[in-house]
């Protein structure tokens, strides 16, 4: 399944109604007066800036900025998560943990893949969350084969997650 593919599940688990109705309450936020901005068009724009990440990723990678890579696909898994959470009706953490995203993924969807994503790639997710923290704290360098490692993983929780809260939608309908 393509990262296009994966995103796309998500966006069309809810444009079909799959999803239980009611679960996008209102979130007012003030902006010089109110602006008001549906659960749904938050997770929408998470998303959208999600797969910016991930193509940001790739571009930096083809030029060789393996640091600026990880970082991308950091930001890009992290909003991806913190979208399909909203997806599934519960507001994100306040947390930048790519892990602890993943393991409430789990716990609402209650999938045995996305628990195995957990164990299979704690590596690759401890290497994502180390490149968020340096990438503002300490310089880090990162190798190419790293974060070739770190894109298949990336890959696979995009493809799996989406797949996840297809089966969570269906079971709901």
């Known amino acids: 399944m393509s990262t296009d593919l994966a995103y796309a599940n998500i966006v069309n688990a809810k444009v079909n109604g799959k999803l239980k109705k009611g679960?996008?309450?209102?979130?007012?936020?003030?902006?010089?007066?109110?602006?008001?901005?549906?659960?749904?068009?938050?997770?929408?724009?998470?998303?959208?800036?999600?797969?910016?990440?991930y193509e940001s990723?790739?571009?930096?990678?083809?030029?060789?900025?393996?640091?600026?890579?990880?970082?991308?696909?950091?930001?890009?898994?992290?909003?991806f998560l913190k979208a399909a959470l909203l997806y599934l009706g519960v507001d994100y953490p306040r947390t930048h943990s790519v892990r602890r995203?993943?393991?409430?993924?789990?716990?609402?969807?209650?999938?045995?893949?996305?628990?195995?994503?957990?164990?299979?790639?704690?590596?690759?997710?401890?290497?994502?969350?180390?490149?968020?923290?340096?990438?503002?704290?300490?310089p880090r360098e990162f190798r190419a084969e790293e974060v070739l490692r770190v894109k298949e993983a990336v890959d696979k929780v995009l493809r799996v997650v989406g797949e996840a809260l297809g089966e969570t939608s269906q079971a709901q309908s």
């Open 23 to 53: 679960i996008f309450r209102l979130l007012v936020l003030r902006v010089k007066g109110a602006l008001c901005l549906t659960k749904r068009d938050e997770a929408n724009t998470l998303l959208e800036r999600s797969r910016r990440f």
């Open 57 to 79: 990723a790739l571009f930096q990678i083809e030029k060789g900025f393996y640091d600026l890579a990880m970082f991308s696909f950091e930001q890009s898994l992290q909003l």
């Open 101 to 138: 995203l993943l393991e409430l993924v789990h716990e609402l969807t209650g999938s045995n893949d996305v628990e195995i994503l957990l164990l299979g790639y704690s590596v690759e997710l401890a290497l994502l969350e180390d490149a968020y923290i340096t990438s503002r704290y300490v």
